[in-house]
Every structure is written in structure tokens, then in C-alpha cells.
């Protein structure tokens, strides 16, 4: 274990874990999306677990920083919090806001993260852009809703981490970005074992069981 200051307190984390972990493992909230408990690695795909360490010129994601001893890191500055502001508003003019119709109403990540920032859901200063397909079938028990995948990659990892074979992988660039069945994957396989990994750990239930299965 070593020691680093989050937030004017010393505290102890694991040497080599991430400086997101070492803060969650010690009750302090960043907000995140895409980090998955176990994985050495993140993706840093949903750019809000920004925090300022000492001697740095700018805030850094933590999710990809190690921690160091003697490190002095800072979870809540201005500019940490307009970073978060700006990146949360950005993944919310491409998501589908329908609190009332969804499943994981009352433990969705996305309104976890607006009650910490004290924001909306609703971002009324930019345009929505939102994808053609509201639901892709082509599982056979699972659906998969791309307006209201937030594209954080835990499906990914978790499949990776759970399957020989993983199923979901991203397709497409840019706003257009999906995530999607490997190629060539027998699906039959993955309906038949039932694994529902991926459903489990969807922070948005953008990915669901489908209920006649």
C-alpha cells in the first residue's frame, strides 16, 4: 500500500491502481462511465473522471494515471467540474432522455452523475442528435437501444473478460458509433449459455434481456 492525498486527506491505496479506484475504494465519487471494476485498463471513453494533480498544468482523466506515492490530487476544482459539465452535455445531446419508459430508471448512472453535477438531463443549449435505429434485434435474446447506449465499452470489457469467444465489439466512427455483433459470432451460442453480462453491467440498460426469451 502507499500513501496519496485526495482532497487534503491522506489516505492508502493500492500501489499501481488507478487514481479513479483509489478514490472510489475510498468513499470520494468521481463521475464515470466506462471504468469496470477487475480491468487494469480503461478506455477513457466517457472523459468525466477528471481530476488535478499537484505539479500537473491540467486536470488528467483518472482512470488512466497511476497512483504514485506522495501524489496530492484534487477531485473538485473549476476546472475539473467544467470539464465534467462540458463532457456530460456533449453525451447527453446524443442520448435518448425517457427516464419514465426506461428500466433503469431510479439507478441509472447518467442520473446519478447530473444529481452530483447539479445539473439536467435535459440540455436545452445544444441540438440532440440521435441515431435512425431506436432498437437493434439482431441478438436472439438480447435488444440493444442505441440512443441510449452512453458507448462507455463495459459490455465490451465484461464480454472480453467473460467469454473465449466475446460477442460485442464497436462498429462505426465517430457520432455514428455503435456497438455491435462480432462478425461471423454463432449467437446461439451465447443464447444458449444465457449470459447475461452485458445486461448486468450496462450502466443505462441500453442493452436488455428481451422479455419473450
Known amino acids: 500500500m502507499i500513501k496519496i492525498i485526495i482532497d487534503n486527506n491522506e489516505t492508502k491505496t493500492a500501489e499501481g491502481s488507478s487514481l479513479l479506484q483509489a478514490c472510489l475504494d475510498n468513499g470520494i465519487y468521481i463521475p464515470n462511465l ?23 498544468d491540467r486536470p488528467v482523466t483518472s482512470c488512466t494515471v497511476r497512483a504514485e506515492a506522495g501524489m496530492v490530487i484534487s477531485t473538485d476544482t473549476p476546472a475539473v467540474r467544467q470539464l465534467q459539465n462540458s463532457a456530460f452535455r456533449l453525451l447527453l ?40 435505429q431506436e432498437i437493434d434485434e439482431t441478438h ?31 462498429a462505426r466512427r465517430g457520432i455514428d458509433t455503435v456497438i455491435s455483433l462480432h462478425r461471423g459470432f454463432d449467437s446461439q451460442e451465447c443464447a444458449r449459455d444465457k449470459c447475461l453480462v452485458c445486461v448486468d453491467i450496462c450502466p443505462v440498460s441500453a442493452i436488455t434481456l428481451r422479455l419473450e426469451t
Open 34 to 56: 466506462c471504468h469496470l471494476n477487475g480491468e487494469d485498463s480503461s478506455s477513457a471513453s466517457c472523459r468525466l473522471c477528471f481530476v488535478e494533480i499537484k505539479g500537473q
Open 93 to 132: 445531446s446524443t442520448h435518448r432522455v425517457d427516464c419514465g419508459n426506461c428500466p433503469a430508471n431510479k439507478r441509472c448512472e447518467l442520473q446519478k452523475i447530473a444529481r452530483f453535477l447539479k445539473t439536467d438531463l435535459k440540455v436545452k443549449s445544444l441540438e440532440t442528435i440521435l441515431k435512425d
Open 140 to 170: 436472439p435474446i438480447l435488444n440493444y437501444y442505441p440512443n441510449r447506449c452512453v458507448l462507455c465499452g463495459r459490455c465490451v470489457m465484461a464480454c472480453n473478460r467473460q467469454n473465449d469467444n466475446p460477442v460485442f465489439n464497436f
